[in-house]
């Protein structure tokens, strides 16, 4: 059981779980906001789930690449999954509770998610790296286990890492009210309930930062980095069609982090905390909401299965009739 403390010698017991205050300071607004969110949530979910099907159902695209799109879609689903069906019920009702063991689940879903995410960019990078500067061999080194293996380290290290990152945080003592000052449950608003000294694990929580976010953000720079050097040895004409192939792996690396980079910087600076939320919001909406469309719109392999997906249901159903 977690305690709380309102004041020196006053305990009391916070099992019943937190108020998440949200986006309660917009009143009326919140219904729009609600339509708004519903309707990219339904989005991104179908966008993605629309990608791991098309990916499945067509042999042309049984390749690491799209391996490790099929993973970073149902990340997407998980990530957003743990966040917006809460939110859109806080929208539309007045007494925005959270149990919780739904404050714990949700900041581990999140967390671990985000982390693996982390790590998947990085090994999607490796597989450029490798398609575009060891094409002889590329066959050979992303074999189907290496391929699992990496997409199963992401996770075991998203895993294991938040895991107990966020138990630790869990298991520390609660003061003062029960109000997160948030729209969901996460490490930072909820570290600032925490009533003992939270020095030993802001250090956790930095070389977290550091060793698994980081780290794979510097992996994806070095492969590019090889890639550009490659890239600058061959013609032009070859050149540019290296570059598009590698075009929507960096437009989701620089979505993912650079809204992830300025949520952190505005955490960190004295900004108000509607600011904080909206913020937040946008680091969340916007990869899984962006990813299907990029890997759609702009990747002229899925569109092709995309095309005789449609083409095949259509005659089936011909067939049918």
């Known amino acids: 059981m977690i305690h709380s403390e309102k004041d020196p010698g006053e305990n009391q017991t916070i099992s019943d779980g937190f108020i998440l205050v949200g986006f309660s300071y917009l009143n009326k607004l919140q219904i729009l906001l609600f339509l708004l969110l519903l309707l990219i949530y339904l989005v991104a979910l179908m966008g ?21 799109l099929i993973n970073l879609s149902f990340l997407e689903i998980c990530f957003t999954s743990s966040i917006f069906p809460q939110l ?3 929208l539309l009702v007045e007494e925005k509770t959270i149990s919780l063991t739904g404050c714990v689940a949700q900041t581990y879903v999140f967390n671990i998610t985000g982390l693996t995410e982390c790590c998947l960019l990085a090994a999607m990078a490796y597989d450029r790296y490798v398609a575009i500067c060891r094409p002889l061999h590329y066959t050979t080194i992303m074999s189907g ?9 992401s996770w075991l290290i998203g895993i294991l890492v938040e895991v107990a990152q966020v138990t630790w945080i869990f298991s520390l003592p609660f003061c003062g009210s029960q109000h997160v000052h948030h729209f969901f449950c996460n490490i930072p608003p909820v570290l600032k309930m925490v009533c003992t000294d939270t020095s030993k694990i802001k250090i956790m929580i930095f070389t977290v930062s550091v060793v698994f976010i980081m780290s794979p953000f510097l992996l994806i720079i070095l492969s590019y980095i090889c890639i550009l050097y490659t890239i600058l040895k061959l013609p032009s004409a070859e050149g540019r069609g290296i570059v598009f192939t590698c075009s929507s792996h960096l437009m989701l690396v620089t979505l993912f982090y650079g809204t992830a980079f300025i949520a952190n910087l505005r955490l960190k600076s004295n900004s108000s905390q509607e600011a904080d939320q909206m913020i937040s919001l946008l680091n969340i909406i916007v990869a899984p909401f962006l990813n299907p469309i990029i890997y759609t719109l702009r990747n002229r392999e899925v569109k092709e299965a995309l095309r005789k997906t449609v083409e095949k249901s259509i005659f089936a159903r011909s067939q049918r009739n």
């Open 145 to 153: 286990r290496v391929c699992a293996q990496l997409v199963g380290a």
């Open 88 to 90: 859109l019920v806080h």
């Open 48 to 68: 993605n789930l629309l990608v791991i099907i098309l990916i499945k159902l067509n042999p042309s695209l049984h390749t690491p690449m799209y391996f490790f």
